[in-house]
């Protein structure tokens, strides 16, 4: 589709969160950019959720943990990505729910392309 977003309409469907840190203003603005390649992708998406949490609880170090909503018509889309760098969970996130949005796509055109046939119970009248 590779139609341009503009920023009104990105900040109205997406919604950026930071659990547990603050988040830098870099941080937001490349959530932003990931966020508008996904809807340039598709129109029918509602909103785009992202959450960055901090834990430090799990192994040794900091662990960045990125989860990601897409409200669609349907199920939503939920993803969750961990790694040790705040920046390559989000780039995880953004592949991840990317792949899932392309396999929706190709499964409802594969649905509309290719219906498959319906059985009866029973004769249908004569007109």
Sequence with gaps: MNK??????????????GIHLDLTEALKQSALNKAAKLLSHNNH???IRI???????KGHGDQFI????IEISGPDLVVTVESEDAYKSLDLLVDKLDRQLRH???E????RNHPHA???DSELPKT
Excluded: M, S
Excluded at 51 to 57: L, M, N, V
């Design 4 to 17: 341009e977003i503009t920023p009104e309409v990105l900040a109205t469907k997406t919604i950026i969160r």
């Design 45 to 47: 998406i509602i909103r």
């Design 51 to 57: 959450d960055i949490e901090h834990d430090k609880t």
């Design 66 to 69: 990125a989860k990601g909503l």
């Design 104 to 106: 929706r796509h190709n």
């Design 108 to 111: 409802r055109k594969d649905k």
């Design 118 to 120: 319906v059985e009866l």
